[in-house]
């Protein structure tokens, strides 16, 4: 009789496998199923979409009226829900120093935390809804070196509680804090859905701007907010000509004011259309887990 013919060999097993194809790097492993994320990859393919294009519009806009002849865009890394080990100490590692968070505790845990371990160069951007009593707790944690920006004002009351933190915290600090001012955008519902927040029309901007200006010392304004509906980029155009309003009444140039607009799904239109700062996460840190969040 003919020989038995012998069994080919079982393919050794590979230590790990792509979890989903997209500009977002990352892959799984197949022993825990724990994600993977290329966070250098994710931040040079987004810091490369932003100057590609930003360097697209200044050229296209430098022999006219534009709305921003600057190609420098701010990327803010959004790393809220997502922990410091490994993800934000990678984005650190890799050369990302201006974050954003949503929420004012998971801020100042996160602040304290990356200090300890001595990342003390971090710039800090507030992007979420503040509560008034949060924001003496969130200034006076912080300080004015590492809380750079605070985005979300668009009421008196928030200014002035900011305000009063400030100038708490300059009676506690030493002389070379009695200068500086905490920065803050004055956020804008361009899109007028009741879910968002923001001032809602052009002369609220005007009367909140007047007034943070005359009763805020401790307060520089230096720029403008939005989120805006999905897929609706009028939007951004909406606060273009918001910021071209305010420069005139605050005899500034537009250069001057920064325009906070753009996230992971729309940065790049965003930059088209005049944004000189992006809010980026899930395209950076993956998809948000959001299970221990109120």
């Known amino acids: 009789p003919l020989p038995l013919p012998l069994p080919l060999p079982l393919p050794l097993p590979l230590p790990f496998k792509i979890s989903n194809i997209s500009r977002n790097m990352s892959t799984t492993d197949a022993t825990t199923g724990e994600d993977f994320i290329d966070i250098e990859a994710n931040l040079n393919e987004v810091q490369s979409r932003i100057q590609t294009t930003a360097s697209i519009r200044s050229n296209s806009t430098s022999n ?37 968070e949503n929420y004012a505790q998971e801020l100042i845990q996160k602040a304290a935390d990356m200090e300890q371990m001595g990342y003390t160069d971090i710039k800090w951007h507030f992007i979420g809804p503040l509560q008034s009593n949060k924001a003496g707790p969130l200034v006076k944690s912080l300080g004015l070196d590492k809380l750079v920006c605070v985005e979300t004002v668009s009421t008196l009351k928030l200014a002035n509680k900011l305000n009063n933190a400030v100038a708490s915290l300059k009676d506690l600090g ?15 519902n ?7 927040s923001g001032v809602s ?25 939005t ?50 700062s992006v809010r980026v996460g899930s395209t950076i840190f993956g998809a948000r887990d959001y299970s221990n969040k109120k």
């Open 190 to 196: 361009t899109s007028g859905e009741e879910s968002k």
């Open 201 to 225: 029309n052009v002369n609220q901007c005007m009367d909140l701007i007047q007034q943070i200006t005359s009763s805020c010392p401790h307060l520089k304004i230096n720029g403008l907010m």
């Open 64 to 100: 006219s009226n534009s709305n921003s002849n600057s190609n420098a865009v701010q990327l803010i890394a959004v790393s809220k829900t997502k922990p410091i080990q490994p993800l934000l100490l990678q984005a650190y590692q890799a050369g990302q120093r201006y974050f954003g």
């Open 227 to 276: 989120i805006g509906a999905p897929g609706d980029y009028t939007c951004f155009d909406t606060l273009v000509d918001y910021r071209r309003d305010v420069a005139e009444m605050m005899e500034v140039s537009v250069d001057e004011l920064s325009l906070s607009m753009g996230m992971s799904g729309d940065f790049e239109e965003a930059i088209r259309r005049g944004a000189t």
């Open 174 to 188: 030493d002389k070379n804090d009695e200068d500086k001012t905490l920065g803050i955008y004055i956020q804008i």
